[in-house]
């Protein structure tokens, strides 16, 4: 599509909407003239040079890269209305948007009821569903793997409540027997299972886990910010069909479409199963000014103002590209193949190592040396040397433990508590393409 004409097209149909309703007066004191604004603007983008190129494939770092243009203009055209999808009067059309594209996601899960929302960030998403645990569960703690996002720890004490980290096995997965283990204690009302860590892409064993929910009584909320869209390649490429048939048993999913629903940041989304939680959400405020019968937005979300265009933006593009296999599957099966095919580089070459086998599109390896400290170092040499090379690439550094290091290669010296590895994550479509370029740099830099 031509974003120029699109953007156009967008002022356009903005510029129609607005004069339907009369001319009115401007106020002088917010009048910009187009010459001091193409200064400032010029700054601006001058600016923006300080970035690393998220777009291209030779970025091959952390978890970053560009909206799909139907996003930007879908974004765009909104936000000169700027809807709040906090009530249904903020935003009538967007907050039926993010209705639509709630119902899409809970499809795509296989949730038969549900009630959620689009939020902020996983990080909202992740703590609504904390506190929903926490409303059901008032004087019992979460568990979550050592490998899970640290916003687990982080808002268990926000909420006041005990969080548990719970080992991992070799391949970076909750170990079950362990979790048991602390079940038995009683004191844990809820486990978080992580559909893809954001650090390797492991998934949680979600299927195994279920039976302990009966056994324990126990809520299991899913953490599928990263991983979530990968439940359309389930079965399919290596990825594991038993935990993702799995989800649409949980109490809770979070998924960011800001990841890799093709977004711009500012969407992740929370789902229930059950909608009778929505009663936890219970507020009566004199602010808000709901008109109709319908349970607004506001009514089941944390976060009062969100951002309408972050709705339309994910319901244009899924109009374009929808959450099935078909659909954004393809785009996302072709990271995949990336990942798989740059893993068997790595596996033959004799100056790079993989760090495990990728389970999605995120790889980890190292610099082939004898020692965790070695592997540190050359490391972040070679981090460094990437990006100031003439043809340069940009990775990302991982930090591992010596005992993480050891469960993975055992012949390893691990001498240090700690150190440093090589992450990509190759969550670009042409990145497929592109990766025996990227492995050739890779080689000539180590
Ligand atoms: C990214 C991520 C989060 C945090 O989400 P934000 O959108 O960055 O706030 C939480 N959990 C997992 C597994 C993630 O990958």
Known sequence: MDLQRWLAAALDSNVDWSRSFGQYARHPSLEVTDDRFAGVFAQLT?????NYPFFHPRYAGQMLKPPHPAAVVGYLTTMLINPNNHALDGGPATATMEREVVQQLAEMFGYETHLGHLTTSGTIANLEALFVARSLHPSLGVAYSAEAHYTHSRMCTVLGIE?????VDPAGRMDLDALEDLLRTGRVGTVVLTAGTTGLGAIDPIDEALGLREKYGVRIHVDAAYGGFFTLLAGE???PAGPWQAVAAADSIVIDPHKHGLQPYGCGAILFRDPEVGKFYLHDSPYTYFTSDELHLGEISLECSRAGAA????????QLIPPTRDGL????????????????????????????NPTLDIVGYFPAARSLSAVDAVSARI???????DDPVFLSTFRVSAEAFLARHPDL??????GRILRSVLMKPESEDYVDQLHARLEALT
């Open 383 to 389: 981090l460094d040397a990437g990006m100031t090379a």
């Open 311 to 318: 709705a339309a933006a994910l319901w244009l593009t899924f």
């Open 413 to 418: 010296d691990a001498d240090v508590k700690g």
């Open 237 to 239: 490429l290596g990825i």
């Open 163 to 167: 969080g548990h980290s719970v080992p």
């Open 46 to 50: 001058e600016r923006l040079k300080d």
């Open 329 to 356: 599957g393809e785009a996302l099966a072709a990271g995949r193949r990336a990942a798989i095919r740059w893993a068997e580089l790595i596996d033959k070459s004799e100056v790079l190592e993989l760090y495990q």
